[in-house]
Structures are given as structure tokens and as C-alpha cells.
């Protein structure tokens, strides 16, 4: 028995015009809850200080560069670091990360229950485009404003398993569990802001949506014998809704809790790290099972190439 509790802290809608320190607030609100539960880690979602920006196109890298953090932690997000520090709780929440040498990257962190970073991750699935989309009724500029990460999906000997991060697009690719699974990993955390529609097919809804959600993190989580935490940032930001649908998957892929709202709401849970033993020993023994010789083009190619 290795228990985790783990809060999956849920934001509701970040407007524009919202500060940090309100935010922060917010999430200290959410760790205070998470104190009183008993939670060793707390997860927060994608871009967690910020509304979701990259719906916004702008062409000045001024006001662009005005929604990264240059510093973790800042001034900003010392409440948040202190608090968990004195609460004793290990934090992960995302933010947009500007480097000192300039590179801006879609960036997560894992802190000990000390308040200390421990891991970091940069989002490597960048989904959307780069450049204004008439045709779209919203824009997703994330190739516009980040980079690509450039640290791979590393693991972290953590809170006493093997824990990943991953980000919002990434959850949708095998490729990102596996590789971690592939590692040991025991429990992803993950952030996500994932518009209620689709802005190239508006009759794709809310509905469809969190079925590919679920979809997505239950496959995941089953494929690889690991935990899987997502937290969203939920509700209507300056008119664009985004889907809620937070939730924990456990190692068999089965949704443990989820969250009811669109609001700030903590979803608890006790995860036991050694449920992950058993899928890892039989039937997902990579060791054992997997043919590496048939899987070349998996890494050798990025498209599709059909036989001619
Ligand atoms: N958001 C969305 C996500 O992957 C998206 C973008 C939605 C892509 C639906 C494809 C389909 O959940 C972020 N931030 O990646």
C-alpha cells in the first residue's frame, strides 16, 4: 500500500482582464480545501495563472510575452509556494514559461512537499496553428506562441512512486504515455483548457468532446498500468467556453472521481501506487510482450505515407 492522496484542484474561467494575484488566491482557496483532506499533492491545470491566451491572436511579442513568467517561483505565486511549504502538500500547475534566453515554452512544474521544483515539463503536442485563421470561429495559436518542449516526457522519483507530467493535446497522443510507461511511470498529472466546441466543426459540442477526453486519459492509463490526474480549467473566459471533466483514471482505466462543476472544485482521491503492479506484471509487461522490431516507423516517420 502506497498511498497518494492526491486533490485535483479544477479552476473555473480565468477572464482577460483577471490578475495573478487572484488567481493565486484562488488556488491557495483550492490548497487550503486540499489541507483540510488530507492530500499529499495538490494538481492544478494548464496555463493556470493566465486565461487561456492563445485564442487570442496578437502580432506585438510585447503583449505576447506580457502572459509568460520570466521567474518560478515569482512574486505572483510565492503565496501559493509558502502555503503548500507550510501545509506540507507537493504542488504541479502550469504556467507559460519565458526563458532568460528567450524561448517560450507551454511549461508544467512538480514541487516536494517542501515547496521545492523537483521536475519540470514543456508541452511537446502543440496543437493549432500559427497564423490568423479566418475560417476558424476561434483562434488556437499555441504554434504561434510556444515552441515545441525540448525535455522530452522525463519521470521523477517523487512522493514516493514514479510520477509524469504531460499537457492539455499531449494527453491525446499514445506516444506520450508510452514513453513514460516505458519509464516505470506510476502517475501523470496533467493541466488541460479544451474548448466545449470545436472551432472547425461547430456541431462538435461539449458532449463529443469529453467522450474523447475520457477516451484519451482512460486508454492512457490502461495501456501503461499508471495513474492518470487531469485537471481542467473549465467554464466561459470572455465568451469561449472551455469543457470541465476533471478527473482521476486508475491503472485499470477506470474514472474514480470526477469533478460536477465548471467552477474552482477539488476532486479527491486515495490512490494506492501499487495498484500499478499487477497490470505491469502481466499483461502490460513490456518486457515481456512488446515486438520493438515491428515498431520502427513510429519514431522514423512523422506522416502518413500510404502505399502507392
Ligand atoms: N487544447 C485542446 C486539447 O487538446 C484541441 C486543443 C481540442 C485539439 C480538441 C484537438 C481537439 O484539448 C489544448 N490546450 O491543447
Known sequence: MRQLVVGAAQLGPIQKADNRADVVGRMIRLLDDAERAGC???????????????????????????????DMPNDATAPLFTRAREAGVALSFGYAELTPDGHHFNTSILTDKTGTIVGKYRKVHLPG???????????????????????????WNALGGVIGMCICNDRRW???????????????????????????????????????????????????????????????????????????VNPNGEIVAESQSLEDELVVHSCDLDDTQFGKRTIFDFARHRRIEHYGLITRQTGVKAPN
Not at 50 to 63: E, K, L
Not at 142 to 147: D, L, V, W
Not at 150 to 155: M, Q
Request: charged share 25%; hydrophobic share 40%.
Open 40 to 70: 499529499d499533492l495538490v494538481v492544478y491545470p494548464e496555463l493556470a495563472l493566465t486565461t487561456f491566451f492563445p485564442r487570442w491572436y496578437m502580432d506585438d511579442q510585447v503583449d505576447v510575452d506580457g502572459w509568460f513568467e520570466t
Open 129 to 155: 496553428h500559427d497564423q490568423f485563421d479566418p475560417d476558424r470561429t476561434f483562434q488556437h495559436l499555441e504554434k504561434r506562441y510556444f515552441e515545441p518542449g525540448d525535455l522530452g516526457f522525463p519521470v
Open 174 to 248: 499514445p506516444e506520450t504515455y508510452r514513453v513514460m510507461g516505458l519509464q516505470g511511470v506510476e502517475m501523470i498529472v496533467l493541466g488541460f483548457n479544451t474548448p466545449a466546441v470545436n472551432s472547425q466543426k461547430s456541431e462538435e459540442g461539449a458532449e463529443k468532446r469529453l467522450f474523447h477526453h475520457r477516451l484519451c486519459l482512460q486508454s492512457g492509463a490502461y495501456q501503461n498500468s499508471t495513474w492518470v490526474v487531469a485537471v481542467a480549467k473549465a467554464g466561459i473566459e470572455d465568451g469561449h467556453p472551455l469543457i470541465g471533466g476533471t478527473m482521476i
